[in-house]
């Protein structure tokens, strides 16, 4: 059974940062794809960033340069650090995995997700 438990979120103002983390139980950490997403209210559940199996990054446009996605496979953890936040990153962030070694940016391509955390940010 996978188990993603994220921490980390919480109330920012604008140009403030966060990290947030993800640890991951119950399966072999290194063969799988992981990401974070995030959803707003009324909004559809959209991809943040992702990491593959060898390292492989992809981003979503609007936090390039701003958010660094990470993970250590001694800790079995996944980081997202948020720089530079803005009102429009308000949302639940939620980490995701799937078993697979190649990445997507699609919600429905994982099987695995967290309860999700919170982040608020404020003008």
């Known amino acids: 059974q996978v188990q993603l438990v994220e921490s980390g979120g919480g109330s920012v103002q604008a140009g403030g940062s966060l990290r947030l983390s993800c640890v991951v139980s119950?399966?072999?950490?290194?063969?799988?794809?992981m990401g974070w997403f995030r959803q707003a209210p009324g909004k559809e559940r959209e991809g943040v960033a992702v990491i593959d199996s060898v390292g492989r990054i992809t981003y979503a446009d609007p936090v390039k340069g701003r958010f660094t996605i990470s993970k250590d496979n001694a800790k079995n953890t996944l980081y997202l650090q948020m720089n530079s936040l803005k009102p429009e990153d308000t949302a639940m962030y939620y980490c995701a995995a799937v078993r697979r070694a190649v990445c997507s940016m699609f919600a429905s391509y994982f099987d695995y997700w967290g309860q999700g955390t919170q982040v608020t940010v404020s003008s």
């Open positions: 119950g399966y072999i950490y290194s063969y799988y794809c």
